[in-house]
């Protein structure tokens, strides 16, 4: 069974309703929000080799064919556009090279599951070492969620590094900035053991 790893914090706190938390994410209307519409272009922006002014024109486009134009939208709209230039800008004074973007996760949890989905994307930073992100909207206290020691763990493996050369961390829209953290092996190891007891006791 696949199990998105952003839905693995529900699970964890709520371990008895992790069957109704996984057929949450499965079927149902989609419907297309302005915050998703930013995260398109966003992922636009490095497909345009860093245009700028395709995104803004790519990310207008999009809005105004999902959305009703109207004076509280033309307002979001103007705010998304400073959201897609303050990513940017953060991004820019980051100085680092892009390694890839909507890069995939499946990591073997044991029991026949598997943690799934995609980061944001992954750089070779500027201080040394790799940095993997993924994007969340609100500011919260990410860093003690099970998922991220578990991605320092999945993308070490796959990079053929140490866990000292991997940091993981969020863009948070909210925040305008990117944060990044660095889990210890111990912190990792006991991370694995977590999701191994969780997944022995999926319905």
């Not at 500027?126 to 991605?151: A, H, Q, S």
Request: overall charge negative.
């Amino acid at each position: 069974m696949k199990i998105s790893h952003r839905q693995l914090e529900s699970i964890r706190a709520n371990p008895k309703k992790s069957k109704s938390i996984l057929e949450e994410s499965t079927g149902g209307f989609f419907r297309l929000s302005k915050y998703t519409c930013w995260k398109h272009a966003i992922n636009f922006y490095y497909k345009s080799g860093y245009d700028l002014n395709k995104t803004e024109n790519y990310f207008i486009k999009m809005f105004e064919k999902n959305f009703v134009d109207n004076k509280r939208n033309q307002r979001e709209l103007k705010n998304y556009l400073e959201d897609l230039n303050r990513y940017v800008n953060d991004f820019n004074d980051l100085g680092n090279d892009i390694i890839d973007t909507k890069v995939k996760v499946s990591l073997d949890i044991g029991y026949d599951n598997i943690l799934s989905g995609e980061v944001h994307r992954i750089d070779l930073s500027l201080k040394g070492g790799y940095e993997v992100f993924t994007i969340i909207k609100e500011d919260y206290n990410w860093e003690d969620e099970l998922r991220f020691p578990l991605l320092q763990h999945f993308f070490s493996d796959e990079l053929g590094c140490s866990y000292d050369e991997v940091s993981v961390g969020v863009y948070c829209f909210e925040m305008g900035e990117h944060v990044v953290n660095k889990y210890s092996q111990n912190e990792i190891e006991k991370a694995l053991k977590e999701v191994d007891n969780i997944s022995g006791h999926l319905i």
